[in-house]
C-alpha cells in the first residue's frame, strides 16, 4: 500500500502544481500578445485566407489552435470567455506533457529527479505569457518529439513514439520556422555518419510523422488558393516592419544567444568561477567536507541570482552555469567517459535544447527570456545530470541533513520558477508578490465581466478602458442590421478582433498596426478581396499597452501624409468622435 501511494505522489505533486497556475490565469490581462494569437484564429474561422489576407509572421503555427477556438464557438455561441478558456486549456497541455515526462524519465531515473525534471516543464513560460502563445507551444511540442526519442531509443518502446516525435517536431517548426534548419541539418548528417546508418528505417518513421502532419497542414491552409497569391502574401509577411532585415542585425542575432547565456552570469558566478580554476589548475582533490561546502556556497549563489534576476526564465538560464560548475567540482569522471557515462542526458535534452535556444534567439527581436526557451529543456537534462553526481557525494553530516542539502538547487530552481510564473504579470498591474491568485481587497483591481476577456482580473484603468471599447464595437456590430462588417482598429487592441463574430479584421496583421504602416497600400490594392474597411478605429494615446511608445500615433495631424489616412478622406467616410478614439464610416451601403 504504502509503494502505491509513494509511486501517485509525483503526480499529485504535478496536479497541486497546476492548480496553482490555472488559479493564477484568472489575474492579469495585456492587450496585445494574447489577442493576436486568437484574433488570427478569428480571421481563419471567419473565412480569411492563410498568409494572403493575413500578413502576421507568427501566424503558422495558429492553425494548431482552429479546433478548440471553433469547438468553442461552436459551444457558447460567442467569444466571451475565450481567453481564459485557452488560457486554462494551455496548463492542461503543459500538465499533460509533465505527466508525460515523469511517466518516462522516472523508468530510469529516482523518482525526485523525474519529477523535478517534469515540475519544470509545467512551470516554465516564456515571459510569463498565460495564453497558448507560440513560445509555450513550441517548447512543450519540441520536448514531446524528444521524449518520443528517447522512449524508443533509451527504453525500447513502440515504433509508434518515433512517428508521433515527427509529428511534434513539425508542430514546434510551426512554432518557430527557422527550426526546419537544424531539423533537416540533422537528418542529412544521420543518413551520411557512418555511425548512424543502422538507424535509417527508424529515422524514416520520424520522417514520416513530420511529412504526414504538413501534408494535413497545407491541404488545410492553403486548398483553394493560387500560388502567386500566397508567394506574394509570404513576401509581405516577412517584411514586417517591426522585424528589421538588416545585416547588422541579423549578424546580432547569429551571436544573441552565446551572448545572453554567457555574459550576465560573469559577476555573479564569479567566486565559483575563480574557484573551478584554481582546483584544476592545482589539481586539488576535495574532501568530502570541502564538497559540501563548495555545493552549498554555489546554491547560495545560484540562489542570489535568482533573487536578483526577475525574469520568468532567470532560474533555467542560472542553472545550467551552476550544473557546469558542480560537474567540475564533483565530477571524477574524464570528459570522454563523461560523454559516455551521460550520453542520453546530452544528446536528448541539453545539446537539443541549446539549439532551440539558439535559433528561437535568431528568429525573435526581443531579448534575455527568448533564450531561456531552450535552457528549460536543457534544464531537464542537466537536472539528471546533477542529480547523479551528488548521489555519488560522501556525506559529512547526517543522513537527512545531507539529502536536504543535495536537494537544495532543485528546490531553488522549482521554486524561483514557479514564484516567477505567479508573480511576474505579463504587461499589467505590478502587485504584491502572490502564490495562490486570491481577489485581493486592492482598490485598483477589478474582474472583467463580459467579452472575450470575462473573467480575468485587471486593473481599474485597464478594465475601463476595455468596457469603453467592447461597448464601442458592439453598437458597430449592431449597426443598421446584424450582417458582417469589416474594421481596422490603429492601434495595440489585439482582442478587440476577437469580440464580435460578425466584426471581422480587414488589416494585413492584428498586431499593433497603425496607419503608417508600408503594407497598408499593396494590401488593399493588389489583393482584391480585401477591399477598404467599412469602419477605422483611431484609438487614442490611454490605450493601456501604449506605456508612452505609441503617443501621437495615430493624432491625425501626424497621420495626415499617409496613403491610408489620404484614402479615407478621399472617399470621404463619416467622422465621429467616441470615448476611445476617432471613428471613421464608410458611407456606401
Request: aromatic share 16%.
Amino acid at each position: 500500500m504504502k509503494t502505491k501511494y509513494s509511486s501517485l505522489l509525483p503526480y499529485i505533486i504535478i496536479l497541486l502544481f497546476s492548480a496553482i497556475l490555472i488559479n493564477n490565469m484568472f489575474y492579469g490581462f495585456s492587450w496585445t500578445d494574447e489577442g493576436l494569437y486568437l484574433s488570427n484564429v478569428q480571421r481563419y474561422l471567419s473565412g480569411d485566407r492563410f498568409l494572403i489576407d493575413d500578413w502576421t509572421p507568427t501566424q503558422f503555427y495558429e492553425p494548431l489552435l482552429y479546433p478548440l477556438y471553433a469547438l468553442f464557438i461552436k459551444a457558447t455561441g460567442s467569444t466571451d470567455g475565450v481567453f481564459l478558456f485557452f488560457r486554462i486549456a494551455t496548463i492542461i497541455f503543459q500538465t499533460l506533457t509533465a505527466f508525460f515526462a515523469y511517466t518516462l524519465l522516472s523508468k530510469k531515473y529516482s523518482a525526485f529527479s523525474a519529477c523535478s525534471a517534469s515540475l519544470i516543464v509545467l512551470s516554465f513560460a516564456r515571459a510569463c505569457i498565460n495564453g497558448p502563445s507560440y513560445y509555450t507551444i513550441g517548447f512543450e511540442s519540441y520536448l514531446i518529439a524528444l521524449l518520443c526519442l528517447y522512449a524508443f531509443f533509451s527504453l525500447s518502446y513502440s515504433k509508434f513514439f518515433l512517428f508521433f516525435s515527427g509529428i511534434f517536431f513539425a508542430s514546434s517548426i510551426l512554432c518557430n520556422p527557422f527550426l526546419v534548419l537544424p531539423y533537416i541539418a540533422v537528418s542529412i548528417f544521420a543518413f551520411i555518419l557512418p555511425i548512424s546508418r543502422n538507424h535509417i528505417r527508424q529515422i524514416s518513421i520520424i520522417w514520416l510523422g513530420t511529412v504526414f502532419s504538413g501534408i494535413i497542414y497545407l491541404f488545410f491552409v492553403f486548398a483553394g488558393n493560387s500560388l502567386s497569391d500566397i508567394l506574394s502574401g509570404l513576401h509581405y509577411t516577412y517584411n514586417d516592419p517591426s522585424y528589421k532585415h538588416t545585416v547588422i542585425l541579423t549578424i546580432k542575432r547569429l551571436y544573441k544567444m552565446p551572448r545572453l547565456l554567457i555574459f550576465p552570469y560573469v559577476l555573479t558566478w564569479l567566486p565559483m568561477i575563480i574557484t573551478c580554476i584554481v582546483v584544476k589548475q592545482k589539481k586539488i582533490q576535495l574532501s568530502a567536507k570541502k564538497k559540501i561546502i563548495f555545493h552549498v556556497l554555489n546554491s547560495l549563489l545560484f540562489f542570489v541570482h535568482c533573487l536578483i534576476k526577475k525574469d520568468c526564465g532567470s532560474a533555467v538560464m542560472a542553472f545550467f552555469h551552476f550544473t557546469i560548475f558542480e560537474t567540475i567540482l564533483f565530477s571524477d569522471l574524464r570528459p570522454k567517459n563523461f560523454l559516455r557515462e551521460y550520453k542520453n542526458e546530452l544528446l536528448y535534452f541539453i545539446i537539443p535544447g541549446l539549439i532551440l535556444a539558439y535559433f528561437f534567439c535568431f528568429a525573435s527581436d526581443t531579448g534575455f527570456g527568448v533564450c531561456a526557451i531552450g535552457m528549460a529543456v536543457a534544464a531537464i537534462g542537466e537536472v539528471l545530470i546533477l542529480s547523479s553526481i551528488l548521489k555519488r557525494l560522501d556525506f559529512v553530516v547526517s543522513k537527512s541533513l545531507f539529502e536536504t542539502t543535495k536537494s537544495l538547487p532543485l528546490l531553488i530552481l522549482i521554486a524561483f520558477t514557479l514564484f516567477n510564473r505567479t508573480n511576474l504579470i505579463y504587461r499589467d498591474a505590478k502587485l504584491p508578490p502572490h502564490i495562490l491568485f486570491i481577489p485581493q481587497p486592492h482598490t485598483n483591481i477589478e474582474k472583467i465581466t463580459e467579452g472575450p476577456v470575462k473573467g480575468i482580473y485587471t486593473t481599474k484603468e485597464s478594465k475601463n478602458y476595455y468596457d469603453e471599447l467592447l461597448a464601442e464595437l458592439r453598437n458597430i456590430s449592431k449597426n443598421k442590421n446584424k450582417s458582417d462588417k469589416s474594421i481596422f482598429i490603429s492601434g495595440a487592441a489585439t482582442w478587440a478582433y476577437t469580440a464580435f463574430q460578425n466584426l471581422h479584421s480587414n488589416t494585413p496583421t492584428t498586431w499593433r498596426t497603425f496607419c503608417d504602416d508600408v503594407r497598408l497600400q499593396p494590401y488593399y490594392e493588389e489583393f482584391p478581396k480585401n477591399a477598404f474597411p467599412e469602419y477605422v478605429l483611431l484609438l487614442d494615446s490611454k490605450n493601456p499597452d501604449n506605456e508612452g511608445r505609441y503617443t501621437g500615433k495615430n493624432d491625425e495631424d501626424n497621420i495626415a501624409d499617409t496613403w491610408f489616412f489620404n484614402k479615407i478622406i478621399a472617399l470621404d467616410y463619416e467622422r465621429t468622435q467616441l470615448p476611445s478614439g476617432i471613428l471613421y464610416k464608410s458611407k456606401r451601403k
